[in-house]
Each structure stands twice: as structure tokens, then as C-alpha cells.
């Protein structure tokens, strides 16, 4: 029986498995290779490590786990994810089974995108869901908050911070805006448009502009999506682990622990920051967590 199985290998699952090598526990990280930012050209925020391709960041997080004989990964999917007492056991794509005494969902979340044309086109150049990871690219620039009532105006006022030409777009209803919000955004100067999108139309590299239905054109460099539901991960619920209303999981006692005992989740599933630096973190506290639980079982 493994110490710990990890699912998912972005930087949550990637990071709790370099703490928990270098705790010398058997480790398997299982990696379907599908992260949710591989779109993404480069990832900003990471201390030393700012505009770095992500794939990039990948690679030299493998070749650090390479060096710890406890830690091993695999490129496959995980099919299936069941608690058995004592742990749990998953079943691989490839028909194999592995028991482990702790396990680590570090999955992330899939992101849903809109049904504009252009959208997927320009998904991690021109579309983006986090101002903090790619707003300074896009400052002082031409931005669209897509979204709609208090978290639309929310996000348009967050983007202020990077540009003073926001444009707040509902995409063909009224937004669901109170007057509060609607005075606020007016005060700001945050325009809001209401009319249905046509496209996002750029020159397949950058974005350039939204065309509306009612044949209204804006410039936009980038458009920024309203957090929204996420699908979570089916393991989840062969696991039995409480998912909130918005597709995350509510953590304990900041230690990335979930209602099912020795479950634990990092990363983009359990928080709305969705930094690649703080998915890190929450992947090193679970490790933390896990590595003294298991001491007090072996030492008891």
C-alpha cells in the first residue's frame, strides 16, 4: 500500500509530492496531461519564475521530482477513486489498481466557456478568468468584463486597476444590475452594454474588438469571465466528499483536509484564488498535514 496517492499534476499536485519525496513516503502522482492552462502562453506571479511557459514549469517540476526514489509519476488517468477501509484504492485508465493510506485530489477544474464565437479562439491570448494572472499584459488597453449582476460589476470594477477603458458586457440581458451597482459602475466610468455578442474577432493571435448583434463594434484587447460554476471532478463524488453549489470544495482547518477522513484537495477545487502559486501552497500544506498524520499513526 502506497503513503500517498496525488491526482493531478499542475502545480498542487506537483508541489505536494516534491514535500512529501522529500519526507521519503512512497508516492504516486498520477498526471492525465490535460492542465486547465495549457493555453495559457506563460504564467505570471510565480516568485522567480514570472513568464514562464507553463509547460516549462512542468518540466523542470518533473526533473526536481526525478531526484526523490520514493516519488513515482505516471502520465495516465485515473478512472475511479473509492474509499476502502483502511485508505482508499483508484483504478488507472490502463486497468490497474493502487491502494494508498492518504490521497490528494489535485484535479483543478474544467473550465466552461461561453457560447461566443471567438471565445475558444482566443482562450489564454485574448480570453481570460483571472485579472491577477494576465490584467497587466492588458493594462491601459481597451478590456471587456464579461459577466452579469453584482460579480459582473465586481469584475469590472477589479479591472480598473489595469485599465480606465472597461467596458461591462451582459450579453443580451439586462445584466440583472441593481441601481447601486449600476450608479457605481457610471461613477467609475465603466461603460455597460447590454446587447447580445456576435464574435470576438481578432487576427488569430490577438484579440481585437467585439462585434455586437444589433451591428455595434468596441475595440477589446481582452475580455475577462465572471467567475462561474465549474464542473468538479467525478472522483469526488465516488469519494463522497462535499462539493459547494460553485463546483469547489470546502477545506478544514486550512490544511486542504475535506469531510471524508485522509481525503485532502489542493489546488484550483478548493479555493477562488486560482494562482498557480498559491495551488502550490495548498499542495505543501496538504503534504504537511498528510506527512504528520501518518507519524502519528507509525508512532502511536
Known sequence: MRDVIIVGGGPAGLNAALILGRCRRDVLLCDA??????????????????????????????????RYETVERREIEVAEAHVRQPGFEIALTDGTRERTRRLILATGLRQELPKVEGFETYWGTGVHSCPYCDGYENRDQAIVAYGRGHGGCGLALELSCWSRDVTLCTDGTDGDL?????????????????????????????????????????????VFLMPVECEPSHLLEQLGCDVSETGVVPTRNDYEKTNVPGLFVAGDASRRVQFAIVAAAEGAMAAFAINMELIAEDTA
Do not use: M, Y
Open 33 to 66: 496531461g490535460c492542465p486547465r492552462n495549457a493555453a495559457t502562453p506563460l504564467t505570471w506571479g510565480v516568485f522567480t519564475r514570472d513568464g514562464t511557459p507553463p509547460f516549462t514549469l512542468r518540466e523542470q517540476a518533473h526533473a526536481d521530482l526525478d
Open 178 to 222: 441593481s441601481r447601486k451597482d449600476r450608479s457605481r459602475l457610471e461613477r467609475n466610468g465603466i461603460r455597460i452594454i447590454e446587447t447580445p455578442i456576435a464574435r470576438l474577432v481578432g487576427d488569430g493571435v490577438q484579440a481585437e474588438r467585439l462585434t455586437f448583434r444589433d451591428g455595434r463594434t468596441i475595440s477589446c484587447s481582452g
